[in-house]
């Protein structure tokens, strides 16, 4: 029979939990505080116990390593109505066995048991809401804001398919102020690659009317976008490729389906 200690504050819930799984064939043994529940498993030594992460004043994290301590061969599962990631990451840092939200039902719940006594790694949440891509006036707009004009031009040649050296052909500067550029603006948008640059601007529209501006402040942008069949003949295959590349994201973000991972 596999033996358990519940720790919870909740009376209620420790209650009606504690009745379903003795009727589910399981030894359960309850503690209603964070120390109540350390001396408890020391005591007991249970195969598992499931801890609540939210424990009266206390955070239930804190008191997993301290039953680890006392009883090396407990499995810990914290139970949560809060489904943050890092409270997650905590838990099992501090080496629980498994992270389960409490509206997932007495049967989730004994998977749960079983899979950890198992030597399984359980997370089992509920998924946040998906968001409604921002608009204009986002936190993407607020960071492009950020960006000078010089890194706007980088970004537009970006998008464009243009490597290091064909952006500093484009605007007459070394490739290494290019690097820069280039370096700068992604730090500012808070991106990690060339091609995620190119991808975000593309997707929240933040170049939606640059060539004009550009045109207007005397850049040679604008004449660079006439000269693109030139440019297309005498890029080099690994610029080519890039653009390539970028061109199918481009065409992914219009559909509403850039990668969340680039």
Known sequence: ??????????????????????????QVTVARSVPETIETVRRTQPDVCLIDRNFGGDDGITAISPMLAVSSGTKVLVLSADPDTDGIRRALHAGASGYLHKTRGVSALTRAIDRVQRGEVVVDVPKPAPSRPPGRG???HRLAGFLTGRERECLLLLVE?????????????SAATVRTHVQSLMTKLGV???????????????????????RSTGTGLARAR?????????????????????????????????AAKL
């Open 1 to 26: 029979m596999t033996g358990l200690v519940i720790g919870d504050d909740h009376s209620v819930f420790l209650d009606a939990m504690s009745a379903v799984l003795v009727q589910r064939g399981y």
């Open 138 to 140: 986002d936190h993407a």
């Open 161 to 173: 398919g243009l490597d290091t050296a064909g952006i500093a052909t484009k605007l007459g500067v």
């Open 192 to 214: 990690h690659s060339r091609l995620e640059a190119a991808s975000y601007a593309v997707r929240y529209g933040l170049l939606d009317d640059e060539e004009s501006h550009f």
């Open 226 to 258: 006439r000269r693109r069949t030139i440019r297309a003949a005498a890029a080099r295959p690994v610029a080519a490729t890039t653009a390539s590349r970028v061109r199918s994201v481009i065409r992914r973000a219009r559909l509403g389906g850039v």
